[in-house]
Nanobody, 122 residues
Framework: QVQLVESGGGLVQAGTSLRLSCAASGRTATRHAVGWFRQSPGKEREFLAA????????YYVDSVKGRFTISRANAGNTVYLQMNELKPEDTAIYYC???????????????WGQGTQVTVSS
C-alpha cells in the first residue's frame, strides 16, 4: 500500500533546471520501485526513468539520459527527478508511479500520483 504525491512543477525557461519530488506514504512506502512518466496533450503517456526499491538502481530512456536524474532521499520516502537543460518539448504533466510491492521497474505500475505540470517556454 502506497500513496504518491508529486510536487515541484512550474513554468521555466528553456535551458534551465527543475527538480520534481514524489512523496511516498503508506504501509509499504519504501518497498516499491518508483518510475517517472509524463504526458502532453495529444500524446501517449511516456515512461522516463525508474529507480529500484531496494538497491537504488536507476534506468533512463534514451531521450532523457544525460539530462534527467532520478534519486531517492528522506529514508526512501521521497523520489526526485532532477531535470536539466529543459526544452519546450519537455512540457507535460509529470507523474510518479509505483508497481506492486517488491516488483522491479519492469512490472506493471499500479499506484499513481495526481501529476504536476511542467511548462518550458522558449
Amino acid at each position: 500500500q502506497v500513496q504518491l504525491v508529486e510536487s515541484g512543477g512550474g513554468l521555466v525557461q528553456a535551458g534551465t533546471s527543475l527538480r520534481l519530488s514524489c512523496a511516498a506514504s503508506g504501509r509499504t512506502a519504501t518497498r516499491h520501485a518508483v518510475g517517472w512518466f509524463r504526458q502532453s496533450p495529444g500524446k501517449e503517456r511516456e515512461f522516463l526513468a525508474a529507480i529500484s526499491w531496494n538497491e537504488d538502481i536507476t534506468y533512463y530512456v534514451d531521450s532523457v539520459k544525460g539530462r534527467f536524474t532520478i534519486s531517492r532521499a528522506n529514508a526512501g520516502n521521497t523520489v526526485y527527478l532532477q531535470m536539466n537543460e529543459l526544452k519546450p518539448e519537455d512540457t507535460a504533466i509529470y507523474y510518479c508511479a509505483a508497481p506492486a510491492l517488491g516488483s522491479s521497474w519492469l512490472g506493471k505500475y499500479e499506484y499513481w500520483g495526481q501529476g504536476t505540470q511542467v511548462t518550458v517556454s522558449s
